[in-house]
């Protein structure tokens, strides 16, 4: 919604520039010619919505390996064949139930395309790379490796949609 009220702004500012030029036409003269030269920059623009903004992992057996997906929807404006990047990064640490580890936890995601890793407190990670402008929908989704003990583990995370 918001990239359809940008370029209507944008159609109206052209509009007006063009009719204020139009109106400044010599007075007693009915056909007079002007050149114009007219210039319109278009910023680059995202959009990012996510399911959930923390990974929740609920381990009933400390063997297994638990799964969370989260979905996005990300939009975005750019120049032609512009690089679009969808990140993650923990915000935080992750928040382990009475009697499970912290320190030994790891956490993988798979995101879009080739985009796989451990996140780590490196910094942000690409989960997602596209060309061009659009609509992008998908899933990240997160593994928890470590957990000793059962309960619900909490992870914070942080997603940025980029068109730089």
Do not use: C
Request: glycine letters at 10%; charged letters at 15%.
């Amino acid at each position: 919604m918001h990239l359809h009220a940008t370029r209507f702004i944008a159609a109206i500012l052209v509009s007006l520039t063009v009719v204020q030029i139009g109106a400044q036409a010599p007075m007693g003269r009915a056909d007079s010619t002007r050149v114009v030269s007219l210039s319109l920059v278009l910023q680059n623009h995202t959009s990012l919505r996510v399911s959930v903004s923390e990974a929740r992992f609920d381990v009933t057996n400390p063997m297994s390996i638990p799964t969370v997906s989260i979905d996005f929807s990300a939009a975005a404006r750019t120049h032609k064949d512009g690089d679009v990047v969808l990140t993650v990064e923990a915000a935080g640490s992750i928040d382990a139930p009475a009697g499970g580890p912290s320190a030994d936890l790891a956490v993988g995601y798979v995101g879009e395309g080739d985009n796989a890793g451990t996140l780590s407190d490196a910094g942000p990670h690409v989960a997602g790379r596209w060309s061009g402008s659009g609509l992008r929908e998908g899933r990240v989704s997160f593994t928890l490796r470590g957990a000793t003990a059962a309960g619900t583990y909490l992870l914070p995370l942080r997603f940025v949609l980029s068109a730089p």
